[in-house]
């Protein structure tokens, strides 16, 4: 299982992005991959690197689409292969 973090800010535009960030939640949605959106970041979870790279594509494509025209994209992979980690368990491991 793979964890990421995905943060993407559009660079030269407004001060909020929240706007950038609801396009960007709508676009997990559709892909229907388990995710999670902190004050920071999102952080999700796929089965493989491939089905990762091609939502981080969409989402950062849709950001652009929306009328970016300079956007950073920061992405931090968790890939553990010794056992299954998912993000609840990545959570609950902390309790």
Do not use: C, W
Not at 34 to 53: G, Q, R
Not at 55 to 69: D, F, R, Y
Not at 73 to 94: F, G, P, Q, V, W
């Amino acid at each position: 299982m793979i964890i990421a973090q995905l943060s993407i800010a559009p660079v030269g535009k407004e001060v909020s992005v929240s706007k950038y960030v609801k396009l960007v939640i709508e676009t997990l949605k559709k892909e229907n991959v388990k995710f999670e959106t902190n004050a920071m970041a999102t952080v999700i979870e796929t089965e493989d690197l491939k089905t990762l790279f091609d939502i981080v594509q969409k989402a950062h494509n849709v950001v652009i689409a929306s009328g970016a025209e300079r956007v950073i994209t920061e992405l931090k992979i968790d890939d553990r292969r010794d056992k299954d980690a998912t993000i609840k368990s990545k959570i609950n491991a902390l309790k």
